[in-house]
């Protein structure tokens, strides 16, 4: 019982102890599942009121839930007008953002305005926000408050309002113009139903303050509203104009009583002396404190300002440099004064200060003289809220904006603002796009002295940055979260240092209490020193002892000096604490000063002297009451019998030296402190001169190995008369040599041999001892010992050691030693010189490289080297790298050219090297040099990414030529580092700088020395830097280890990938070097990349400012959504025991922020065990199935215990949370086991067999559904595809009945054969023969002419024909394309001589022939049209079935044709991607099925009558669409070409009394995030039988109401980002799309692959139409051109006079003569025969039909498969129909009676009678002769050589024709 008691009591003290701490540190926090629009409070209460996306919260100050409301999604659409029925189509649920929250106080009321519903607002009870005390959606358009668009910014003030001597509550208003809204921009509201008023009414009609709806030009931002001194300001940016893209930050003000807006004036406020920072973002208004206030007014720049006048604080942003922002202050008086200034001066003076236009009216059409004259100064001031005579609206011109600097500017956005007052010191705290809050003191300058950290999501701080009621607190609101945080967090620095170098202004050291406080809560802050300001204050400090320092043997008082001490009270009690020792302390006024005396320790509590110390320091610390330290030092106590530790070579000048003042006993050898006594043998302090010493040694220096007699001088010996003293140092090792002494204070010793070699000298001082004593005397005895063989390996090294030394090189041992140290004697020159080896030993041939020579003897000096030759090739002594006797560096060099050939060889690319130096000595080295040419060959890898960091390896012959210094790469002229140098170069390559990317094959250049140049051509290519489209997971604990999988493109190209976590730097953090973990890619392919996460092991990185890169070779990705989170911790298992079934639950936190269970592992001993389910504060594992072994060998090797560790790992981080054992289990009889396990298994036996017959039953079932359901599509489709046939056949029938042959636009001869022969040449429609135009002066044309004909005649001459024909296809530049062209134009020009062009054709054709036939491969024959020939044939084709074109094929093709293009365009058609619901191109089919509905439109042809015509669409079309098809409809009696173009008509509706043009694109057109969805029928809501009136324009401007709007209207249109029905998928859809799951992804496949049964929808309905185009084509029993026969026996004959030739190598040169060459053309072109316009959609269906024919044509089987195209797979069952009749075709035609030469002959005369008129013959030989001009000299050539050419002199034809045409000199 009485331990229970206990208990309790201890709860209750630890109850009170909890609710007594001060709540200094307490962060509350609010989170919100949707985006927290605007937050305002409420300051009698204190509550929060949170507007977010469809919720309304209210909070208590704690962030506590109070009450909450739904406000949303509600059904709703822009299009519609309130109130919402089902009347509205569109209407769908529509989310609900806060627009504007104003909190009334004095009627308890909360005003709220969303974004549903046009912004119509409702009132809520500020007690109990789930009240809602008004709402009404039926008061139309006047109570539309706020915007129906997201990102719209609203801002509001509540107010009153006077009429009629009653005053009204009113709030403002101002908002942005959204497309749905009303146009006002700044409106006053009234809160209640007053005459015709209603709430929420508009209640000031006669705003001027509005946007125009049709211009786009001052597209507000409002940020902030509020009211002062009777005015009302909003602060918002805007753009000046339509051309201005820039915004510009204007304040405006009014009367808070204004009746009509009169007096609103906006005036500009520039941040920055440019303005740089120009579009605000946030603002705060406040007092500024006395201490910022008289800052301000110091500077000069803002005027006078007092610690009362409000002050107005924006942060902007900037569009010129986008990644900073800054603060600026403007105090009110100096916005009013300004505003003043501009209104009088448009009052009074015309608008005019300093000679100066100052004043604009921004929203009307008012000129610039709107400002009036008047005599009055005053008017601004009299009617200070302007009058309705008076102008009004003003703005301020931007050479009057008010100008202010910015306080603070940085890097990143400052989107929000708040400023408080603390001791008259201005303090802002300013929310960032990261999601942190700066806290900065508003001193001169201001200075960012702390900041609280953002989450790690980083979302942007919101601009409501509120207090709470006292100030105490800040609520900062993120996205999705509020959290209330201290202004404040002084009490947690606990000592005076960290507490003032917080330099925090609500922070100061309370002294007297110990702690880090703000000032009032210090409880005698008043008093002098007792509360120290963090800012700019410092801790107090002791400034002296006296005395400074004490002998540790001595003990007395101590004075301490303390200026900055409190002043104390009688009550307090001082103490000094030295070390251990405590002592109370007395306090006196000396000099004016506070000055504390205490006691010091005995010596025998001072602590020991440390080795190597004279001192030793004890910590003192001044207390006040007991326990409050006021300030701490050192104080040091000196020992100096110490103080010879110094220097024990010299004791007594270590002792008197020292800083303690000891003195020296020269007769007890001893240090002692300082006193009175005065002897002889007493050397007082700092009289060193007075010891006993010797010093001044003779000579200073000694050579090693031999020894010489050192003297020295001693001095104040007289105490050591007769004594006898001992030298020695450290290198005597342990002898001591006795000193003699000579006459007077003069010593000497014999010497020593030294023996040292380390180094060429060494410092050697020397002690002395009294032989008698061992006691050592001062020693200043310092020589230098030196080694002459040190670093003088040679001769002339030597020789050049310094002369002092005495060095000499001795020829029989050929060393360097000390003079008499050589017996022999020494040589007075040095030897020759001697060479060692050559770096590098091979040259490029053209030298310019520096060669290094080492060896030895080569010389004392740079001036003794007089030749160096390399290979028998001067060498240029590089003086200034010259190196004394080992080493010379020249530059070589040209080789010596090879003697010509007459000459006897000399081999002088290779040859020693040769130095001559100085007395005619010269040495050949033993090693060649050769020159030699490097030749780099191949490059390796041939591409890598534009961001450079590829390592490239160059191959080649002799590339180590030269060495590494010398060679420089470059890529295309960018550098390329060399990292390795030798048969093969690699290096890194350079950035790209140039503009295309992926470049062309640039060529990598290898540099040698500096004259040779070798290059790779085309070698490298800079291709596209590697792109990352996404990444998973996002998040990795820093134990790092996570499996990252990177996806993108472009990863084959780089070589290193890398991923790098560094930690950004800020002013705030500690470690100033740089950390960064890093991890190489694990695996990579050209799309994937995979690493582990780095681990993070610096244990003071601040993790939110860990930032993630991938190295991707140069390239540098940062993966900004990439976070790191704490490593998680593991509470200890609750459960140790565990079973082979039995689950294990591990608690802890922070699991699930960067882990899933798929990724953890845990074991249990060497087990592993299954992670079952990870959340962030559980995991759940399952046991393994049998007890594993320890993972420990110790544990293992412990048989007597059970326990095996239990480990969980999550990457590379390993936890073992506890250890576990397994339940023993006990033995059981057999007897139970066996029937426990054969009854279970009968059992299970039993209901497998039941359930096995019941699934096989039900898949039975299942089969017999799906096989129901198949038959069912089948017949749908075959309906379907019937009912389409009826449909299409009906529409036809009216097409049909107009199809006579004068109908059917057939295109005239000449324009058939310019497109047929020319349109697909490189110039298309532009080329010269199609538009006829040519340039030739008017004086030559005369003679042009003639020599033109007599060029026709030179062509007519078949033996010049050929041979042209012939030269120019020899030619290699006359490729393919050409050769089709220059066909073309001999088809025009020889049109008049058909019989003659047939012959010519023949003629090559037999030629062509013999050659595939001997090349064996005849079947190749006429595939391509390659030659010159086969283009001839093509043409000749073209010419000879024009005719049965236009009487028999032509109308079964025109039926097809329109069939084809009225079935596409019967469904929608995506008019962007130029997809369509019916096609027969699988490509091609629009793969989402789009709603739509037909409408039969009214069509008025403006001044074409009353009469209408009906015409069918669809409510999906775009306007473009509409309009084409009304064409179509309107003016179907006219060929394409007559009609008019779409862009030249407009299209206007007239659905009541207004009409409205009709566009594709206009500011009503819908918005997708980034896309922008082309207008339709439906999104202007056209009905069925709507009248529409189409208008020719003659500018399309005209037909526009506004010029701005028209040329907005073409900035739309310009925009790429438009889509008509199927939205292309944008980055944010992707990122969607992945997260997906798979069986998302095969469903939404599934669905694509059922489109393609509209094909055979389509292609059942159009088979008629294909059916009778072939057989119109392929039918030999009725009409069949006689050219096709005549060419078709042609063909035979030859297939008999040539052996190789079979039946199927025949059918194929029929095929590829006649289908193929001409059919399938004109299928896939209607355009070359009729006067029609072929969509892209209706093209894609036409080239379906095209390769059916072609596949028809061909003799090879096509076996299909489920791969096959569909294409393919959609004809398969007609292909053997099509090529039977293919096959009877070619059987008819053979039987047919033959068409004889002459018959032939006389059709062709007729077609030439008939056609060659109309036909531009003399600008096609004008071409002609360009290709003679170009080959003329070859041409020449090869008739020269041909007998029969020589005999029609045609050579010279030739010639006079070219003298004619081009002035050409002939050798006539």
């Known amino acids: ?127 109990n926000v789930e009240q809602l005390l008004y709402f009404s959606d039926t008061k139309g358009e006047k109570s539309y408050v706020a915007s129906a668009e997201e990102g719209v910014s609203v801002v509001g003030v509540m107010s009153y309002f006077t009429k009629d001597r009653d005053n009204f509550t009113v709030f403002l208003v101002g908002k942005g113009y959204g497309s749905h809204d009303s146009t006002k921009l700044i409106s006053t509201r009234i809160l209640q139903d007053y005459g015709d008023w209603v709430v929420f009414d508009s209640i000031i009609e006669a705003s001027a303050v509005q946007a125009n709806p049709f211009v786009l030009r001052y597209l507000h931002d409002f940020r902030f509203a509020f009211k002062d001194g009777g005015f009302v300001y909003f602060l918002f940016s805007r753009t000046l104009g339509v051309q201005d893209t820039k915004n510009y930050t204007f304040i405006s003000r009014m009367c808070e009583d204004d009746q009509g807006y009169y007096s609103y004036t906006e005036l500009q406020l520039n941040c920055s002396d440019s303005n740089k920072y120009n579009k605000a973002q946030a603002a705060y208004v406040t007092t500024p404190g006395e201490v910022l206030a008289e800052s301000m007014t110091n500077s000069g720049k803002y005027g006078p300002v007092s610690a009362h006048d409000k002050v107005l604080f924006v942060t902007f942003t900037s569009d010129e440099d986008p990644t900073s922002s800054a603060m600026c202050m403007y105090p009110l008086q100096s916005i009013n004064k300004r505003l003043v200034e501009i209104i009088g001066a448009c009052y009074s003076y015309n608008g005019i200060i300093n000679e100066k236009a100052a004043v604009y009216s921004p929203y009307s059409s008012k000129s610039e003289d709107l400002c009036s004259s008047s005599n009055q100064n005053n008017m601004a001031l009299r009617y200070k809220c302007g009058a309705e005579f008076l102008p009004s609206p003003l703005a301020s011109k931007a050479d009057f904006a008010l100008m202010s600097e910015a306080s603070l500017a940085r890097k990143g956005h400052m989107t929000a603002v708040a400023v408080a007052v603390e001791m008259g010191h201005a303090v802002a705290f300013l929310g960032t796009a990261t999601g942190e809050v700066l806290k900065v003191h508003l001193s001169a300058p201001p200075e960012v002295y702390g900041r609280v950290p953002g989450e790690a999501n980083g979302d942007k701080v919101n601009k409501n940055l509120l207090f709470d009621s006292q100030l105490q607190h800040l609520y900062i609101t993120t996205e999705k979260k509020i959290t209330k945080v201290p202004v404040q967090a002084c009490h947690l620095k606990t000592d005076c240092q960290s507490c003032m170098s917080m330099k925090d202004p609500y922070c100061g050291w309370c002294v007297l209490e110990g702690k880090c ?254 032989r008698d004593t061992e006691r050592k005397i001062d020693s200043t005895l310092t020589v230098v010992l030196y080694n002459c063989s040190v670093g003088r390996e040679d001769c002339s090294l030597c020789k050049h050691a310094a002369a002092m030394y005495q060095c000499v090189w001795c020829s029989a041992s050929r060393t360097c030693v000390y003079r008499e140290l050589c017996p022999s004697e020494q040589p007075a020159q040095c030897p020759d010189p001697e060479i060692t080896d050559i770096v590098p030993r091979f040259g490029p041939l053209n030298g310019r490289i520096s060669v290094t020579i080492k060896g ?285 079934t039995s689950i294990i639950i591990v608690t802890g936190r922070g699991f699930s922020k960067a882990m899933t269970a798929k990724e953890a592992q845990a074991f249990v001993g060497d087990a592993l065990c299954h992670v079952n389910i990870l959340q962030d504060d559980k995991l759940i594992l399952e046991a393994p199935s049998s007890q594993p072994r320890s993972r420990s060998k110790r544990q293992r090797r412990d048989t007597t215990n059970d326990l095996l560790d239990l480990m969980v790992k999550f990457g590379h981080g390993e936890w073992t949370v506890g250890s576990v054992y397994y339940a023993r289990k006990d033995d059981i009889p057999l007897a139970i086991i066996i029937p426990a396990v054969i009854v279970p298994m009968l059992l299970f036996i039993a209901i497998s067999v039941y359930c096995y017959r019941r699934k096989s039953q039900q898949a039975e079932r299942e089969y017999e559904k799906v096989k129901h359901q198949l038959e069912n599509l089948e017949e749908s489709v075959r309906d379907r595809c019937k ?4 449909d299409l056949m009906i529409e036809m029938e009216d097409h049909t009945s107009d199809l006579s042959e004068a109908r059917i636009p057939f295109l005239d001869y000449k324009t058939y054969t310019d497109r047929t022969f020319f349109l697909p040449s490189k110039d298309g429609a532009n080329d010269t023969m199609i538009t006829g135009k040519i340039q030739i002066p008017e004086a030559r044309k005369a003679i042009v002419a003639q020599a033109l004909n007599q060029f026709s005649n030179l062509l007519n001459s078949k033996t010049f024909l050929i041979n042209f024909i012939h030269t120019l296809e020899s030619r290699p530049d006359f490729n393919a394309r050409t050769r089709s062209y220059f066909a073309s134009l001999l088809t025009v020009a020889l049109h008049g001589k058909l019989e003659y062009y047939t012959d010519i054709m023949r003629t090559l054709l037999l030629e062509l022939m013999d050659e595939h036939v001997q090349n064996k491969n005849p079947k190749l024959m006429l595939r391509r049209s390659e030659t010159v020939v086969e283009r001839m044939l093509c043409n000749w084709m073209s010419i000879c079935i024009y005719q049965f074109l236009r009487d028999t094929a032509g109308e079964p093709l025109y039926k097809l044709f329109k069939a084809l293009k009225h079935q596409v365009e019967k469904g929608p058609v995506d008019a962007k991607v130029k997809k369509a619901k019916y096609t027969l191109n699988d490509t091609g089919l629009l793969g989402d099925d789009v709603e739509y509905s037909v409408l039969t439109l009214q069509v008025l042809v403006h001044g074409e009558g009353p009469d209408v015509t009906p015409v069918k669409v669809l409510n999906c079309d775009t306007i473009s669409q509409v309009k084409e098809k009304i064409i179509d409809q309107v003016y179907r009696n006219l060929p394409y070409s007559q009609r008019p173009e779409v862009e030249s008509v407009a299209l206007e509706w007239r659905p009541g009394s207004t009409g409205q043009i009709l566009s594709d694109l206009d500011l009503t057109s819908q918005k997708e995030g980034r896309w922008k969805r082309l207008n339709t029928l439906a999104h202007y809501n056209v009905r069925d039988n709507a009248t529409l009136v189409l208008s020719r324009v003659l500018h399309t401007q005209s037909f526009h109401q506004h010029q701005d709007s028209y040329e907005e209207k073409n900035a739309l249109l310009e925009d790429d980002n438009t889509f008509h029905l199927v939205r292309p998928a944008d980055e944010i859809d992707e990122v969607k799309s992945k997260r997906g799951s798979m069986k998302d992804k095969a469903m939404t496949k599934a669905i694509t692959e059922i489109y393609l049964t509209r094909l055979l929808s389509v292609k059942g309905t159009l088979q008629q139409f294909v059916d009778d185009f072939f057989r119109s084509v392929l039918c030999s029993s009725s009409v069949v051109p006689p050219a096709v026969k005549y060419f078709f026996d042609f063909l035979d004959e030859q297939a008999l006079r040539h052996d190789n030739v079979d039946e199927e190598t025949l059918h194929i040169w029929k095929t590829n003569s006649l289908p193929l060459r001409f059919w399938v053309n004109i299928l896939r072109n209607p355009h070359f025969i009729f006067d029609v316009h072929v969509t892209e959609v209706v093209d894609a269906s036409l080239h379906v039909i095209a390769q059916t024919f072609m596949d028809a044509c061909t003799k090879t089987e096509h076996k299909l498969s489920r791969e096959s195209p569909s294409n393919k797979l959609l004809y398969a069952k007609e292909i053997s129909t099509y090529k039977k009749m293919v096959d009877d075709y070619y059987k008819g035609i053979r039987q047919m009676i033959p068409v004889s030469d002459q018959d032939m002959n006389t059709h062709l005369a007729e077609v030439s009678r008939q056609h060659t008129d109309k036909l531009n013959t003399q600008l096609a030989l004008h071409q002609l002769y360009q290709y003679a001009s170009k080959y003329y000299d070859v041409i020449i050539q090869s008739l020269d050589e041909d007998p029969a050419a020589q005999n029609k002199q045609l050579t010279l034809r030739l010639q006079q024709i070219a003298a004619a045409l081009e002035n050409k000199v002939t050798d006539l």
């Open 1 to 127: 019982m009485m331990e229970r008691w206990w208990a309790w009591q201890f709860a209750l003290v630890a109850l009170a102890t909890v609710y007594l701490i001060p709540s200094y540190g307490k962060k509350a926090d609010f989170s919100s599942d949707m985006l927290i629009n605007n937050v305002v409070s409420d300051p009698r209460t204190g509550r929060l009121y949170v507007g977010a996306v469809n919720n309304l919260y209210q909070l208590n100050q704690d962030l506590e839930v109070e009450s909450r409301t739904e406000t949303g999604p509600k059904r709703d659409n822009r299009q519609c007008t309130p109130p919402v029925t089902d009347a509205c189509e569109e209407a769908e649920d529509t989310d609900n953002h806060n627009k504007l929250l104003l909190v009334h106080e004095a009627k308890d009321v909360l005003v709220v305005c969303g974004s549903v519903f046009r912004g119509i607002c409702s009132l809520r009870n500020l007690s």
């Open 517 to 770: 406080t703000r000032k009032k809560e210090c409880s005698r802050w008043r008093e002098a020193n007792t509360w120290l300001w963090s800012p700019d204050q410092k801790c107090v400090e002791i400034e002296a002892f006296d005395p400074p320092n004490l002998s540790c043997r001595k003990t007395q008082q101590v004075d301490i000096s303390i200026p900055s001490l409190p002043v104390l009270r009688s009550s307090d009690r001082l103490q000094c604490e030295f070390g251990d020792f405590v002592s109370n302390a007395v306090v006196d006024f000396v000099n004016g000063q506070l000055q504390v005396t205490c006691s010091l320790p005995d010596p025998g509590d001072i602590p020991h002297t440390q080795d190597q110390q004279d001192f030793v320091s004890v910590p003192v610390k001044v207390l006040v009451n007991d326990k409050i330290q006021v300030t701490s030092g050192e104080y040091h106590f000196y020992n100096c019998a110490a103080t010879v530790r110094k220097n024990q070579n010299s004791p007594c000048i270590a002792c008197v030296t020292s800083a303690w003042g000891c003195q020296w006993n020269a007769q007890d050898h001893s240090c002692s402190d300082n006193d009175n006594t005065v002897s002889e043998h007493i050397i007082k302090p700092q009289q060193a001169g007075s010891c006993p010493q010797f010093e001044s040694p003779e000579p200073q220096m000694i050579p090693v190995g031999f020894q010489i007699p050192i003297s020295f001088q001693g001095r104040n010996l007289d105490s050591y008369m007769g004594q006898r003293f001992s030298i020695g140092t450290e290198l005597m090792k342990d002898t001591e040599v006795t000193v003699t002494q000579e006459q007077g204070s003069k010593f000497k010793f014999t010497g020593y041999e030294f023996a040292y070699d380390k180094q060429q000298e060494v410092n050697v001082s020397f002690h002395i001892k009294d």
């Open 1283 to 1286: 009912k389409e046939f009826t």
């Open 856 to 1140: 030895s003897n080569m010389g004392i000096k740079k001036e003794d080297i007089k030749k160096i030759t390399v290979a028998g090739v001067d060498c240029v002594h590089q003086a200034d790298r010259y190196s004394v006797s080992t080493s010379v560096v020249c530059e070589i060099g040209p080789a010596r050219r090879r003697p010509p050939s007459d000459l006897p060889f000399e081999p002088s690319h290779s040859g020693a090297v040769e130095i001559e130096v100085e007395g005619g000595r010269s040495g050949k080295s033993h090693v060649i040099f050769t020159y030699r040419d490097p030749k780099p060959k191949f490059v390796s890898p041939v591409k890598g990414p534009a961001a450079g960091g590829t390592v490239i390896t160059i191959s080649g012959e002799d590339l180590d030529t030269a060495s590494k210094e010398d060679v420089a790469v470059s890529v295309g002229g960018v550098p390329c580092e060399v990292l390795k140098f030798g048969s093969k170069i690699t290096c890194k390559t350079g950035k790209y700088s140039g503009q295309r990317v992926p470049s062309e094959a640039l060529p990598v250049t290898v540099r040698y020395g500096r004259n040779t140049t070798k290059d790779v051509p085309a070698a490298y290519q800079y291709s596209e830097n590697p792109k990352i489209t996404d990444y998973n997971p996002k998040g990795s604990f820093l134990c790092g280890g996570r499996r990252i999988v990177v996806t993108g493109s472009g990863f084959d190209l780089i070589q290193s990938a890398t991923m790098k976590v560094t930690p950004s730097e800020n002013e705030f953090s500690q470690n100033t070097s740089p950390v960064e973990f890093v991890q190489q890619a694990l695996s990579k392919n050209d799309t994937v990349l995979q690493f582990d996460s780095p681990p993070v092991h610096n244990t003071t990185v601040d993790v939110p400012s860990l930032r993630t890169f991938l190295l991707l070779d140069n390239a540098k990705e940062e993966l900004k959504s990439f976070d790191y989170h704490p490593d998680p911790t593991f509470n200890k298992l609750n459960k140790n025991v565990i079973t082979e």
